[in-house]
């Protein structure tokens, strides 16, 4: 082994050194985007003494509440159905066990990218006998832009706190020698801005002829973090 190879085979300290001095910066972003997805849910009931009917029933309601969504067409990302029950109860009296009445629900998940239509819809659904519509939750899809955009400027920022700092010195910065992502997050994830549920049953209100006014639905801002540590070497400065 000659020299030059034992030298090159030697791990860099992992500090600076007065030949090399080291900087250490963290870069940070905070932006605040509009929402792309709105998701909402939907149960749709049915009650009756008969199993058969109760579900006949719940099948209507189910296939109407899904196609008042499909109209919708490309504004609906994705729809799907998430949950069904059929619960018979029994009655609190008598000998033996009778059931009283038969409980049905079906619990459907849509995600829409139309808020226009989301409120066209919601209103809608919420018309319908024995149907409750809860949401909207506003988020970013996965792979949204916003995501590459505050890890970029994050990336600037501690470039650019480094050099600062180098300025500060009266030197300039030689080399990254390191970048780590220590983070990059979506602060409203899914959360609904109102928790209040809307349902003709709900509220006990008598149908109407008339089709209700859409909702006027204010989409919620979203704010995305990013974060990164970056270090780098500099020339000796002169103190």
């Given at each position: 082994?000659?020299?030059?190879?034992?030298?090159?085979?030697?791990?860099?300290?992992?500090?600076?050194?007065?030949?090399?001095?080291?900087?250490?910066?963290?870069?940070?972003?905070?932006?605040?985007?509009?929402?792309?997805?709105?998701?909402?849910?939907?149960?749709?009931?049915?009650?009756?003494?008969?199993?058969?009917?109760?579900?006949?029933?719940?099948?209507?309601?189910?296939?109407?509440?899904?196609?008042?969504?499909?109209?919708?067409?490309?504004?609906?990302?994705?729809?799907?159905?998430?949950?069904?029950?059929?619960?018979?109860?029994?009655?609190?009296?008598?000998?033996?066990?009778?059931?009283?009445?038969?409980?049905?629900?079906?619990?459907?998940?849509?995600?829409?990218n139309d808020f226009t239509a989301l409120g066209e819809l919601t209103t809608a659904l919420a018309d319908l006998d024995l149907t409750r519509v809860d949401g909207p939750w506003w988020t970013l899809r996965p792979n949204s832009p916003s995501h590459r955009t505050a890890r970029q400027e994050a990336v600037?920022?501690?470039?650019?706190?480094?050099?600062?700092?180098?300025?500060?010195?009266?030197?300039?910065?030689?080399?990254?020698?390191?970048?780590?992502?220590?983070?990059?997050?979506?602060?409203?994830?899914?959360?609904?801005?109102?928790?209040?549920?809307?349902?003709?049953?709900?509220?006990?209100?008598?149908?109407?002829?008339?089709?209700?006014?859409?909702?006027?639905?204010?989409?919620?801002?979203?704010?995305?973090?990013?974060?990164?540590?970056?270090?780098?070497?500099?020339?000796?400065?002169?103190?």
């Amino acid at each position: 082994m000659t020299p030059d190879t034992a030298t090159h085979q030697t791990p860099p300290v992992p500090y600076g050194t007065p030949d090399t001095p080291r900087i250490a910066v963290r870069g940070e972003a905070h932006l605040e985007v509009d929402p792309e997805i709105a998701r909402i849910t939907i149960t749709v009931t049915a009650r009756g003494k008969d199993r058969r009917e109760t579900l006949a029933d719940l099948t209507r309601r189910n296939t109407l509440a899904l196609d008042l969504v499909k109209t919708h067409g490309d504004a609906v990302e994705h729809l799907e159905t998430s949950a069904l029950t059929i619960t018979p109860e029994l009655g609190r009296h008598g000998r033996g066990e009778r059931v009283r009445t038969h409980h049905g629900l079906v619990h459907i998940t849509a995600e829409l990218n139309d808020f226009t239509a989301l409120g066209e819809l919601t209103t809608a659904l919420a018309d319908l006998d024995l149907t409750r519509v809860d949401g909207p939750w506003w988020t970013l899809r996965p792979n949204s832009p916003s995501h590459r955009t505050a890890r970029q400027e994050a990336v600037r920022e501690a470039v650019q706190r480094a050099r600062e700092y180098a300025e500060a010195l009266d030197t300039t910065l030689t080399a990254l020698v390191e970048l780590a992502d220590t983070g990059t997050e979506d602060t409203h994830p899914r959360v609904p801005q109102s928790t209040r549920a809307l349902s003709r049953a709900a509220y006990g209100a008598a149908p109407t002829e008339d089709e209700p006014a859409p909702l006027d639905l204010e989409p919620q801002r979203q704010h995305v973090r990013a974060q990164v540590d970056a270090r780098f070497t500099m020339a000796p400065p002169r103190l």
